[in-house]
């Protein structure tokens, strides 16, 4: 469910034109609905009822500050992978003891920048990383809360490259390894083993993946009590799928109830990382065409966004509906046309085969559910500046992030 909608032919969002964004804070942009990512961060919060949990929105889906603000104000936790997104988080106004600390890498001053701000815990990924933090809390006589995260060998049936819970991966620790480390917890002088954390992958269309995963994780439960250990939280990740095009995914609510239904003896904290599923139907890349060009094959669109803007479509062939802000009733004339940017590659495009309305220099379209792991994942390839971020609230609009300029292209390098 999302906010943008037609008004007398032209897309809104909210109560907001986006012909009107496209206007004043000219392509390619970033829109997004504060409406659409409240709505889908409440409907986390609310399927909880009164059991105890924590949803820590996931930053790498969207670092934006001002979205960080809006969820901080909901009492969001954050699930974060790097000291710049503790930076942000901070920066925000989200609490540090909010926040949980994922990822293979983490070096060692993003270690201590997170003991120092006393975040909620670290999801430990490997026994070398264990030592690590435990080294490093006795330098600054501090207790490290940790959970282990587990892999458990599950396929999640989502793309590839975004599968993280099947053991050719790198994340995690296999299972029979992590229960060691929590029988030999008495070693760890600075640790404090607070609970155990699992994300099998992201972009999931089914629960039984989730369902099979929870079954393991309370097995390994029931060992770890047995070495005089009492965990607090139990952690599942993120990984809700959304709608793309016709994905049918579960639902917030049938997801975290059927969770709580396989947890309840367990009586701990539950613990979330949703990204997407907040806000990835909540924002578009508004682009402008900029030329049409048929070639014998093919007919080409060719926009003023681009690979370096929103990379999904050509590095997992991610499918996003496109849709034009003017919308002509003469719908009758589709063609089939490839949407692609000015980018050097064969590679930059934003949809292929796209049968849409016959589209002229000036026309806008939005590339929809871009709202997760679009701006985020954007790069200055081809020297090309970010775009702009906007966050539509009812009939407002502000500019969250202003568009580069040449300047910023160049900061930091030196002649
Ligand atoms: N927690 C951990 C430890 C993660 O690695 C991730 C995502 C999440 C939570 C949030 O997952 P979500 O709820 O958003 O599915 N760039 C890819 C997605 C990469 C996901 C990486 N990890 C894409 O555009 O599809």
């Given at each position: 469910?999302?906010?943008?909608?037609?008004?007398?032919n032209?897309?809104?969002?909210?109560?907001?034109?986006?012909?009107?964004?496209?206007?004043?804070?000219?392509?390619?942009?970033?829109?997004?609905?504060?409406?659409?990512?409240?709505?889908?961060?409440?409907?986390?919060?609310?399927?909880?009822?009164?059991?105890?949990?924590?949803?820590?929105?996931?930053?790498?889906?969207?670092?934006?500050?001002?979205?960080?603000?809006?969820?901080?104000?909901?009492?969001?936790?954050?699930?974060?992978?790097?000291?710049?997104?503790?930076?942000?988080?901070?920066?925000?106004?989200?609490?540090?003891?909010?926040?949980?600390?994922?990822?293979?890498?983490?070096?060692?001053?993003?270690?201590?920048?997170?003991?120092?701000?006393?975040?909620?815990?670290?999801?430990?990924?490997?026994?070398?990383?264990?030592?690590?933090?435990?080294?490093?809390?006795?330098?600054?006589?501090?207790?490290?809360?940790?959970?282990?995260?587990?892999?458990?060998?599950?396929?999640?049936?989502?793309?590839?490259?975004?599968?993280?819970?099947?053991?050719?991966?790198?994340?995690?620790?296999?299972?029979?390894?992590?229960?060691?480390?929590?029988?030999?917890?008495?070693?760890?002088?600075?640790?404090?083993?607070?609970?155990?954390?699992?994300?099998?992958?992201?972009?999931?269309?089914?629960?039984?993946?989730?369902?099979?995963?929870?079954?393991?994780?309370?097995?390994?439960?029931?060992?770890?009590?047995?070495?005089?250990?009492?965990?607090?939280?139990?952690?599942?990740?993120?990984?809700?799928?959304?709608?793309?095009?016709?994905?049918?995914?579960?639902?917030?609510?049938?997801?975290?109830?059927?969770?709580?239904?396989?947890?309840?003896?367990?009586?701990?904290?539950?613990?979330?990382?949703?990204?997407?599923?907040?806000?990835?139907?909540?924002?578009?890349?508004?682009?402008?065409?900029?030329?049409?060009?048929?070639?014998?094959?093919?007919?080409?669109?060719?926009?003023?966004?681009?690979?370096?803007?929103?990379?999904?479509?050509?590095?997992?062939?991610?499918?996003?509906?496109?849709?034009p802000?003017?919308r002509s009733l003469a719908s009758l004339g589709m063609?089939?046309?490839?949407?692609?940017?000015?980018?050097?590659?064969?590679?930059?495009?934003?949809?292929?085969?796209?049968k849409l309305i016959p589209?002229?220099?000036?026309?806008?379209?939005?590339?929809?559910?871009?709202?997760?792991?679009?701006?985020?994942?954007?790069?200055?390839?081809?020297?090309?500046?970010?775009?702009?971020?906007?966050?539509?609230?009812?009939?407002?609009?502000?500019?969250?992030?202003?568009?580069?300029?040449?300047?910023?292209?160049?900061?930091?390098?030196?002649?």
């Amino acid at each position: 469910m999302h906010y943008f909608h037609y008004k007398k032919n032209t897309l809104f969002c909210e109560e907001v034109s986006l012909a009107h964004i496209a206007e004043h804070v000219k392509t390619p942009c970033y829109v997004y609905s504060q409406a659409t990512i409240e709505r889908h961060f409440k409907a986390f919060q609310k399927s909880f009822q009164n059991s105890p949990h924590l949803v820590c929105y996931s930053v790498k889906a969207n670092s934006n500050i001002s979205i960080l603000k809006l969820l901080a104000k909901l009492e969001a936790g954050f699930d974060i992978v790097s000291g710049g997104e503790l930076f942000r988080v901070i920066k925000s106004g989200g609490d540090p003891k909010k926040v949980v600390f994922s990822g293979v890498g983490k070096k060692d001053e993003e270690i201590r920048y997170a003991l120092q701000k006393n975040i909620l815990c670290f999801n430990v990924e490997s026994s070398q990383e264990l030592d690590a933090i435990n080294t490093l809390a006795r330098k600054l006589r501090k207790k490290a809360p940790v959970s282990l995260r587990v892999n458990p060998n599950i396929n999640p049936k989502t793309h590839p490259y975004i599968a993280t819970g099947l053991k050719e991966n790198k994340f995690g620790i296999p299972i029979r390894e992590a229960i060691d480390l929590y029988k030999h917890h008495k070693n760890y002088t600075h640790i404090h083993f607070t609970g155990l954390d699992c994300h099998i992958g992201s972009q999931m269309l089914s629960l039984s993946p989730i369902l099979e995963t929870i079954k393991e994780l309370k097995k390994i439960i029931l060992k770890i009590k047995s070495f005089g250990l009492s965990l607090e939280h139990i952690n599942l990740g993120g990984g809700l799928g959304i709608p793309y095009t016709h994905e049918e995914p579960p639902s917030p609510q049938q997801y975290i109830t059927s969770a709580l239904k396989e947890l309840k003896d367990l009586k701990l904290k539950l613990l979330i990382e949703p990204g997407r599923a907040i806000v990835g139907n909540a924002g578009i890349l508004l682009t402008k065409v900029l030329y049409t060009k048929n070639m014998p094959q093919k007919n080409f669109v060719i926009v003023d966004g681009a690979m370096n803007d929103l990379i999904r479509p050509t590095l997992y062939g991610a499918y996003q509906d496109i849709w034009p802000v003017q919308r002509s009733l003469a719908s009758l004339g589709m063609t089939s046309v490839d949407i692609v940017g000015p980018i050097c590659e064969s590679g930059d495009f934003l949809g292929k085969n796209r049968k849409l309305i016959p589209l002229h220099p000036g026309d806008c379209l939005a590339i929809m559910s871009a709202g997760a792991y679009g701006f985020s994942m954007s790069s200055n390839y081809n020297s090309r500046p970010r775009a702009a971020e906007v966050l539509v609230s009812g009939g407002k609009f502000k500019i969250c992030r202003r568009r580069e300029s040449f300047e910023d292209l160049i900061r930091g390098e030196t002649l």
